[in-house]
């Protein structure tokens, strides 16, 4: 008896001990059925949609206006385009800037000790005249 109760408990103890192999069989299922599945949806993937597409005729982007640079110093002298303009001046020539087709583009430059008042007047002189593009140009830090 000492023989049975042995072997009742080494049967006993292999089913305490937790498996230390993998069963694979499922994961092989599973890799076999995805196999099928790409095998059967690959050829689909490659056919092309025939689509009759529109024509369509595009045409070329207008150009850039002119940029006009407009430049006051600290003492209230006004420079257009670099060339010393008189206030009078200026007037007339923003005028006739805001007649031209496709309309320049002001830009403003203004040194920082120049008078806030100066700087209005231009910029009132050129809503008047009928710019109605106008930037500030800065330095960069």
């Known amino acids: 008896m000492i023989g049975n109760s042995q072997q009742s408990s080494m049967l006993g103890d292999a089913h305490t001990q937790p498996m230390s192999e993998i069963n694979t069989t499922p994961l092989v299922d599973v890799m076999l059925v995805l196999l099928v599945i790409f095998i059967i949806t690959a050829p689909l993937l490659t056919h092309a949609v025939?689509?009759?597409?529109?024509?369509?005729?595009?045409?070329?982007?207008?150009?850039?206006?002119?940029?006009?640079?407009?430049?006051?110093?600290?003492?209230?002298?006004?420079?257009?385009?670099?060339?010393?303009?008189?206030?009078?001046?200026?007037?007339?020539?923003l005028e006739s800037a805001a007649k031209q087709t496709p309309q320049p583009e002001l830009q403003i430059r203004a040194d920082k000790d120049t008078r806030y008042q100066l700087l209005s007047e231009v910029m009132a002189d050129a809503q008047n005249a009928g710019i109605t593009k106008l930037g500030f140009l800065s330095e960069p830090k």
């Open 50 to 93: 025939k689509i009759d597409l529109p024509q369509a005729t595009s045409q070329p982007l207008p150009e850039k206006p002119e940029v006009i640079s407009l430049a006051i110093d600290a003492t209230g002298k006004t420079y257009w385009n670099d060339a010393p303009i008189e206030q009078a001046t200026l007037k007339s020539r």
